[in-house]
């Protein structure tokens, strides 16, 4: 569960910079001052762009579910059936937020609240416009696990278009996302 958050996290960094660059700006120019506030929002999109980043990392680079080795069947990105209504929802939500007022950051801390919840228990992890913006694409695959024989559906993060009938090493244990390991033998 802890590692789904940091996924989510990860889902909205595009929109912890915006915001935090927007900060900057306006204190360069003199258009917010550095008080308590500021530095409780400059704190919380550190803290949530470092929890992003881990869940990043965690998920895609050190994560210790062990790997199964499959063979995709049949594959369909799905990307691009759900990423412009979130990325320009975050857009929306990073650009025009007034975050030097009390109210406009307590509704930002719950928007982000009620959309992990959101998130999370509906099992949206495949919106992720950062992984899309680091080249991932998500895809729902058919597949036949090598050991077991059997063919499942599955869930899968790649980078670039994975190549039919070709092996490939999979860490299939969660059944609503995994990242497959683009080397294949």
């Not at 729902?140 to 009938?165: A, C, M, T």
């Given at each position: 569960?802890?590692?789904?958050?940091?996924l989510?996290?990860?889902a909205?960094?595009?929109?912890?910079?915006l915001?935090?660059?927007k900060?900057?700006?306006?204190?360069?120019?003199?258009?917010?001052?550095?008080n308590?506030?500021?530095?409780?929002?400059?704190?919380?999109?550190?803290?949530?762009?470092?929890?992003g980043?881990?869940?990043?990392?965690?998920n895609?680079?050190?994560?210790?579910?062990?790997?199964?080795e499959?063979?995709i069947?049949?594959?369909?990105n799905?990307?691009?059936?759900?990423?412009?209504?979130?990325?320009?929802l975050?857009?929306?939500?990073?650009?025009?937020?007034?975050?030097?007022?009390?109210?406009?950051?307590?509704?930002?801390?719950?928007v982000?609240i009620?959309?992990?919840?959101?998130?999370?228990?509906?099992?949206?992890?495949?919106?992720?416009?950062?992984?899309?913006?680091?080249?991932?694409?998500?895809?729902?695959?058919?597949y036949?696990?090598v050991?077991?024989?059997?063919?499942?559906?599955?869930?899968?993060?790649?980078?670039?278009?994975?190549?039919?009938g070709?092996p490939?090493?999979?860490?299939?244990?969660n059944?609503h996302?995994?990242?497959i390991?683009?080397?294949?033998?």
């Amino acid at each position: 569960m802890f590692k789904n958050l940091l996924l989510y996290l990860s889902a909205f960094m595009p929109m912890y910079v915006l915001v935090f660059v927007k900060l900057v700006v306006e204190i360069i120019n003199d258009n917010l001052s550095f008080n308590v506030l500021n530095t409780i929002n400059f704190a919380t999109l550190l803290l949530l762009i470092v929890g992003g980043v881990i869940g990043l990392l965690w998920n895609v680079k050190y994560n210790n579910e062990k790997s199964n080795e499959i063979i995709i069947l049949k594959s369909q990105n799905i990307t691009d059936k759900h990423f412009l209504g979130y990325f320009s929802l975050f857009v929306f939500f990073a650009i025009p937020l007034d975050l030097s007022l009390v109210s406009a950051y307590c509704v930002y801390v719950l928007v982000l609240i009620f959309i992990g919840i959101v998130y999370i228990n509906n099992s949206l992890y495949y919106i992720n416009p950062l992984l899309n913006i680091l080249g991932y694409n998500f895809y729902d695959i058919e597949y036949r696990d090598v050991d077991s024989g059997e063919i499942k559906q599955g869930k899968i993060f790649f980078k670039g278009e994975p190549e039919l009938g070709k092996p490939y090493f999979a860490k299939v244990k969660n059944k609503h996302f995994c990242f497959i390991d683009k080397n294949h033998k």
